[in-house]
Structure formats: structure tokens, C-alpha cells
């Protein structure tokens, strides 16, 4: 997460399409979202399937990432999930975000390779 008095102003003034970043400048255009990104770049190097099914397990992976990327964000910007900063102090933040690196991210990381394991070459 960016965090400047520049990047603050920025948001304010509505620079973001969505209000966060990632974004991509491509020609004048503003492209947002983390996904939509890496499969443009994908697109771009040869790296991004052209086959459907291959390509399906590919986004399978790039989007299954929404999973523990959610309660990390939060921890970030729990006013965007309706929490109050006070309620919210660097004890609770320090303790979700020590839950989401122990069980979280392990549980997420294990399923993923095993995923891996399984299909080997095969997307």
C-alpha cells in the first residue's frame, strides 16, 4: 500500500480509477486492477495462454490470490470495511495481521502447491 502525502492527494482528487492502485498507463488510458494488469502484460510478453482452458487455469491462480490479499487489505483500510481507526488500534492490527500470516497465508500457500504439485506442467 502507498502511503505519501502525494499519493493522499492524488486519491482525493480522484487521479485513481478506483481509488487504489495498481494502475497502468497505456497510451492515455488508465487501466486498474491487479488482475486485468498481469493478464494484459501476459498478453503482451507471450506468457498468457491462448488456449481457453489453459488460459482458465491460469486466472484460476492469478484470481485465487483475492483470497488472503481481502484480509490484508483490511488491515490496511479498515475504514473501507466500516470499521472505526479507533476501534481498530496497532494492538488489533499487529494481532490480524499476525493470524493472517500464521494461518492465513500457510493454509493459501499449501493449497497452492499442492495445486502446483498436481498439475505439474499442465497450467
Known sequence: MIFSPEFGKAQAAGEFKFGMVPILKV??????ESA???RF?????????ED??????VDE??????NPQAPITFTF????FGVEKEKFDEKEKKRVRKFIN??????FITILEK???KNKTKG
Open 27 to 32: 497510451d492515455d488510458e488508465q487501466i486498474s
Open 36 to 38: 486485468a494488469i498481469l
Open 41 to 49: 502484460i501476459g498478453k503482451l510478453s507471450g506468457l498468457y495462454p
Open 52 to 57: 481457453p482452458i489453459a488460459a482458465l487455469k
Open 61 to 66: 491462480i492469478v484470481d485465487a490470490w483475492e
Open 77 to 80: 483500510l479498515p475504514g473501507k
Open 102 to 107: 500464521d494461518k492465513v497465508l500457510p493454509e
Open 115 to 117: 495445486h502446483l504439485a
